[in-house]
């Protein structure tokens, strides 16, 4: 190298020979300016391509995303629709239900089941959304609805369970009811003032007299708690049974009782046999109904599609 030139020797092959170039300052400067403008060029161009490569990447991707939350709304559109649909119809069931239970009906405003305040804010603000997406206000209003929904189901299910109650309360009460004559056999007296078969004085029945054949089975008139069995004055062998609700009945002149003190006995069981114990002229059971402690006419509470024969 001299003081101004730059001398560049290639040692090549014995056919190619010897490569020399010599270049002055001025030159290789120029070589060096243009080689980096080169790269610089290069590394510019390869940053714009991959930005543009990036955007593009992102826009695609967003297409997808676009895509796929499009799919799960129209799903979540179709499934919000068949809860409607079968809420609609669970409406019309329990309208019918609790008419035929006499229950108050219950208006479209209260069924909605609506949220509000902290609680509705503080869901919304939970919701996943999906930033710089044009379905988050349709998925907003999606999620909204399906809330409301929820609410209306919440109200709907206690409107059912009110209903299942009252209808469990007034089947115990049917089945606690007194509904059957008791033992098959004829009426042969009634209650109200007569006069006493024994004592010949005037005297209040306070129920009525089956007259069946000694041993004939007593059968319960409804569900109940036997609360005294035993001999009682002129009731001979009886056996009260409080049935709840109020109702209470007795049964006299048994030949012998099939139950104890605090058996739960059911509509239609044998309870005991005709007899003639007590204050009795011969074979015949005397049945009382009392509701809440008064006593009332045993006729009104047996019903011939109740009957047990």
Do not use: W
Not at 113 to 122: H, T
Not at 208 to 215: E, H, P, V
Not at 238 to 265: A, P
Not at 289 to 294: D, F, I, Q, R
């Amino acid at each position: 190298m001299q003081s101004d030139r730059f001398t560049i020797i290639i040692n090549r092959d014995r056919l190619l020979g010897t490569y020399r170039r010599d270049y002055s300052r001025r030159q290789v400067r120029r070589l060096i300016l243009i080689v980096a403008l080169v790269l610089i060029g290069g590394a510019v161009m390869l940053f714009f391509y991959s930005d543009n490569v990036r955007k593009n990447l992102e826009i695609f991707s967003l297409g997808r995303r676009d895509t796929t939350q499009q799919e799960q709304l129209e799903a979540a559109h179709d499934r919000i629709a068949s809860i409607s649909s079968r809420l609609d119809d669970l409406r019309e069931v329990t309208d019918v239900a609790r008419l035929l239970h006499t229950m108050q009906p219950v208006n479209t405003t209260e069924r909605e089941g609506g949220i509000g305040g902290a609680e509705l804010g503080g869901r919304i603000e939970r919701f996943p959304k999906i930033s710089s997406s044009p379905l988050d206000d349709l998925t907003q209003r999606y999620y909204e609805r399906a809330l409301r929904l929820d609410g209306s189901l919440s109200i709907e299910n206690i409107l059912v369970q009110e209903t299942i109650e009252r209808a469990r309360r007034e089947a115990d009460i049917r089945d606690r009811t007194p509904s059957i004559k008791p033992v098959v056999g004829h009426i042969i007296s009634f209650i109200g003032n007569r006069i006493h078969p024994i004592t010949g004085l005037i005297h209040f029945h306070r129920g009525i007299d089956i007259s069946a054949a000694y041993g004939t089975p007593i059968m319960a008139p409804a569900d109940g708690t036997v609360v005294f069995a035993g001999t009682r004055g002129g009731y001979g062998t009886t056996c009260f049974i409080d049935h709840g609700y109020g109702y209470q009945t007795r049964y006299g002149h048994c030949s012998r009782l099939n139950v104890k003190e605090g058996d739960e006995v059911q509509r239609g069981q044998v309870i005991a046999h005709i007899g003639s114990t007590g204050m009795s002229t011969g074979p015949h059971l005397h049945y009382e109904v009392l509701v809440e402690g008064s006593v009332t006419n045993p006729l009104a509470y047996i019903y011939p599609e109740y009957e047990y024969d």
